[in-house]
């Protein structure tokens, strides 16, 4: 029996909520023009992973200097072996009665695009009868990344979900949007075939925007306004240094900050930055060290709450 996902599958964590906040930001300071001591005090994140087993783990990293590490439970075989290239973010709804709480969130297998999802009992443990997938579509085996957020300031109109794909060509695809349906839309803009990997780090009304590596080592932000037609605006934040994350997890710090987790599967390394509000190559970055722990997994992945309870990132 498949799991009804929910409408947004964008993604979440019940580790997060072993801070007491909505979004793993643990009372954060405002970051409006560093990105020092407060946040390096005060914020933490969850990233999580599909390992090679299909397993899902999850991490809590907190932002002291050097960073500290808290394990959590992990859910066994919620994906065939070996199967999961990409996975969205993953939502956590905490409130669904006679449960410990569901699961959901987009993944690729091979060429082909999931619905995924999955039921926690009352105890922590995964309900296996729950476990499922929803075929969305094929055609994804280019793809080199994929996130899909909500934006929604509760309680407040409007509400509406957008998909974000990189392909190994450089092409990055949106699908939704205001007024549009989860796939309608499509939207196109080409020439980043340089990206190596990157992350969301801003949801507004008018645009998202995402940090960007790229094989030559540069960070970039890619801001992204809602208009039509798509016209991403690329601005450099660094020019080199940056070439070795193939994963990037982001959180949001304070109000206009953020904590980044660079992520380098070859050597299975973690390394936690607290960022100030981007502004090109006059953004405020503070390394805070390696992450004692162990990164080697193939796919990582952000956990948020579910639409109305996660707070909008803006980090730039």
Same mark, same amino acid.
């Given at each position: ?64 200097? $050097? ?16 199967? !999961? ?11 669904? @009665?006679? @449960? ?43 793809? @080199? +990344? ?22 190994? #060509? ?14 309608? #839309? ?11 990997t990157m992350a969301l780090i801003s949801q507004t009304l ?25 016209? $991403?605006? !690329?601005?450099? !934040? ?40 981007? #502004? ?17 997994? $193939?796919?990582? +992945? ?15």
């Amino acid at each position: 029996m498949s799991v009804r996902l929910s409408t947004a599958f964008t993604a979440a964590a019940t580790a997060i909520l072993l801070t007491g906040t909505g979004t793993g930001v643990a009372t954060a300071k405002s970051m409006a023009g560093t990105a020092g001591t407060a946040a390096s005090a005060a914020c933490r994140s969850a990233p999580g992973s599909v390992t090679a087993g299909g397993d899902h783990t999850r991490t809590i990293v907190t932002a002291t200097s $050097p960073p500290t590490v808290q394990q959590t439970p992990v859910y066994t075989d919620i994906y065939p072996d070996g199967q !999961v290239r990409l996975s969205g973010s993953v939502e956590n709804d905490p409130d669904i @009665t006679g @449960t410990g709480g569901r699961f959901s969130s987009y993944v690729v297998m091979g060429s082909t695009l999931y619905g995924s999802g999955y039921l926690l009992k009352v105890d922590g443990s995964v309900d296996r009868p729950t476990v499922g997938l929803s075929r969305v579509g094929g055609g994804w085996g280019d793809a @080199t +990344f994929f996130d899909s957020t909500t934006y929604w300031k509760y309680p407040d109109p409007p509400m509406f979900t957008t998909q974000y794909s990189l392909r190994s #060509n450089g092409t990055i695809t949106r699908w939704g949007g205001p007024s549009a349906s989860v796939w309608g #839309n499509k939207q196109t803009a080409t020439g980043f075939s340089a990206v190596k990997t990157m992350a969301l780090i801003s949801q507004t009304l008018t645009y998202d925007t995402f940090l960007a590596n790229t094989r030559g080592g540069a960070l970039y932000t890619i801001r992204i306004p809602r208009t039509s037609p798509m016209k $991403p605006i !690329v601005k450099k !934040v660094r020019a080199s240094t940056w070439q070795g994350f193939e994963a990037l997890v982001i959180e949001k710090c304070g109000i206009y900050g953020t904590l980044l987790l660079g992520i380098d599967k070859d050597t299975g390394s973690g390394y936690l930055y607290a960022v100030g509000h981007a #502004n090109g190559t006059a953004t405020v970055i503070k390394g805070l060290g390696k992450v004692p722990a162990n990164f080697a997994d $193939p796919v990582y +992945f952000r956990h948020v709450l579910r639409p109305g309870d996660n707070q909008m990132l803006f980090g730039e």
